[in-house]
Nanobody, 126 residues
Framework: QVQLVESGGGLVQAGGSLRLSCAAS????????MGWFRQAPGKEREIVAA????????YYPDSVKGRFTISRDNAKNMVYLQMNSLKPEDTAVYYC???????????????????WGQGTQVTVSS
């Protein structure tokens, strides 16, 4: 079992930065691939970043590539999402998720993630 708690969301102006944190419980945290997802009103939940259990592999969709950075600290059971150059279209509820690692890589499919946090709101004003 893994429990996830996100923090760090808030209101920021366009062009600004936020750092989201995800605290995980459980002794096997380091064996899980982690991801950050977001969901805007009326839209499907989408992945914005993924990281392998070791942190050695990461993935970003084109919409956030070069602006968002995912990282993890297995010693502290933490995952982070650094978001720079934020745009109004980044406004959404952001979720941290964990899924059992397969082949040492990151996970892209939402149905591969077993555990989810409660979400944190990010609002970017224009």
């Amino acid at each position: 079992q893994v429990q996830l708690v996100e923090s760090g969301g808030g209101l920021v102006q366009a062009g600004g930065s936020l750092r989201l944190s995800c605290a995980a419980s459980g002794r096997t945290f380091s064996s899980y691939a982690m991801g950050w997802f977001r969901q805007a009103p009326g839209k499907e939940r989408e992945i914005v970043a993924a990281i392998s259990w070791s942190g050695g592999s990461t993935y970003y969709p084109d919409s956030v590539k070069g602006r968002f950075t995912i990282s993890r600290d297995n010693a502290k059971n933490m995952v982070y999402l650094q978001m720079n150059s934020l745009k109004p279209e980044d406004t959404a509820v952001y979720y941290c998720a964990a899924g059992p690692s397969v082949g040492g890589s990151f996970l892209l499919r939402i149905d591969r993630y077993n555990y989810w946090g409660q979400g944190t709101q990010v609002t970017v004003s224009s």
